[in-house]
């Protein structure tokens, strides 16, 4: 029998960029959502899990919210709004950068936590970037277009207020009933099986190192994943929408791949617990983002 008394899903909702995984990666403790400067890293919707006391919250990364311009791009949107529907709370996460103002994005969401009558606290993110004074203003628009349980500023990158969120949050959970379980085991902390994982950290990788379009037309696959003595050996494919953007995947004498792979094994190796050898191919498959074979055959 687990201690365990309440457990709930919550979905983390905002623009690209604000912090969305971060916050997930920071709140559960591991780094399980690939994160990155640039906007639309998140593609899929992410479980991460936190079992703490008498709580499991289990939360749900979303994409960010942004107006698509590929067939991809419309299913991240439905994502975003199908993790919507059944969740029991929800976290809006904004950044104050500029003016005080609800932006699109956030404006459609709000119009959809209405909608479904959604618990929702407001993050707001970043807070080891942003003069304190600086809040208020947005503090008054937000806390004027929805009745936000709270607002609470945050940073993911210094876990300042976290546990001011964690226990708001707490009170958000549903109680579970006599007998019933809780989601996830206790040591639990995805529904991400290793090798999407694996994928994803290359992914991320190249988040970090191309430029413009080129990382946002990247797709990675992991091919094969045996696990032997204490080691893994992984195969990922990485796949580019156009031919002439394999060569600077790939990079003067193999160097951006060689670079990126390192980068990722060793992350790998950290959430694994395993040492692992790490294999990357480079594939073209024109235009894939357009494609909804393309797009089921990876994933999304
Ligand atoms: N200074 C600072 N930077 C942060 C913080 N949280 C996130 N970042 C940075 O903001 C950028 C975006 O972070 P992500 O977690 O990928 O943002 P996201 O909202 O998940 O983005 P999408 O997946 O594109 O929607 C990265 O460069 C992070 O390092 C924070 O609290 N403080
Ligand atoms: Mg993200």
């Avoid at 090798?195 to 946002?216: D, N, Q």
């Avoid at 990485?238 to 953007?245: L, P």
Wanted: a negative charge; glycine letters at 8%.
């Amino acid at each position: 029998m687990s201690d365990i008394k309440r457990c709930g899903t919550v979905s983390l909702l905002g623009r690209p960029n604000v912090g969305k995984s971060s916050l997930m990666n920071a709140l559960i403790g591991e780094k399980i959502a690939i994160v990155s400067p640039k906007p639309q890293t998140t593609r899929n919707r992410i479980v991460g899990v936190l079992t703490e006391g008498e709580n499991q919250f289990v939360f749900m990364d979303t994409p960010g919210l942004h107006a698509p311009k590929s067939k991809l791009g419309d299913r991240m949107v439905k994502t975003v709004y199908e993790t919507c529907e059944d969740v029991d709370a929800a976290l809006l996460v904004i950044e104050c950068r500029g003016e005080a103002r609800i932006g699109k994005p956030e404006a459609l969401l709000i119009e959809r936590l209405k909608a479904m009558e959604l618990p929702a606290i407001l993050v707001i993110n970043k807070t080891d970037i942003a003069e304190k004074s600086a809040l208020l203003p947005w503090i008054a628009l937000y806390a004027a277009a929805y009745d936000f349980r709270e607002i609470i500023p945050v940073s993911a990158k210094t876990g300042e207020g976290l546990d001011d969120l964690v226990s708001s949050l707490a009170g958000l959970l549903p109680p579970l009933e006599e007998g019933e379980e809780p989601l996830f085991p206790e040591d639990e902390l995805t529904d991400q099986p290793e090798r999407v994982i694996a994928a994803e950290f290359v992914r991320e990788r190249l988040l970090w190192h191309l430029e413009k379009e080129i990382p946002h037309g990247v797709a990675t696959q992991t091919e094969s994943f045996e696990e032997k003595d204490g080691v893994c050996e992984i195969a990922v494919v990485i796949v580019a929408e156009k031919q002439s953007h394999k060569g600077i995947i790939i990079g003067k004498q193999g160097s951006l791949l060689k670079k990126a792979g390192t980068e990722a094994r060793l992350e790998m190796e950290k959430l694994f617990g395993c040492r692992v050898y790490l294999t990357l191919y480079v594939r073209v498959k024109d235009d894939w983002r357009n494609s909804d074979f393309m797009l089921k055959e990876f994933g999304y």
